[in-house]
């Protein structure tokens, strides 16, 4: 089982940026699709961005344009970098690659 852990959320005010991180215990390299999801109380967990092992990208049209995904093979790292904050986006945000399962996740509030 894959093991990994989210990092880099908190609070932010809107128009603000955050960076998250999702740092693996072993390699990533063969891990064709990663990805970000988010979860608002309430509501249901949605995609956010994914990424392929060859670094195609998609972006939902809520994120397009303000959020960017990205990953680093040689650091066993997924980032989402987050500009442009709205209080919608505030959500617990999941890294899930494929063929994983859920972490605890990290928290990222917007303030109006």
């Known amino acids: 089982q894959v093991q990994f852990v989210e990092s880099g959320g908190g609070l932010v005010q809107s128009g603000g940026s955050l960076s998250l991180s999702c740092v693996f215990a072993?390699?990533?390299?063969?891990?064709?699709?990663m990805a970000w999801y988010r979860q608002a109380p309430g509501k249901q967990r949605e995609l956010v961005a994914r990424?392929?092992?060859?670094?195609?990208?998609y972006y939902p049209d809520s994120v397009k344009g303000r959020f960017t995904i990205s990953r680093d093979n040689a650091k066993n790292t997924l980032y989402l970098q987050m500009n442009n904050l709205k209080a919608e986006d505030t959500a617990a945000y999941y890294c899930?690659?494929?063929?994983?399962?859920w972490g605890q996740g990290t928290q990222v509030t917007v303030s109006s």
């Open positions: 899930f690659p494929q063929g994983g399962s």
């Open positions: 072993g390699s990533i390299s063969s891990i064709f699709v």
């Open positions: 990424i392929t092992h060859t670094g195609t990208t």
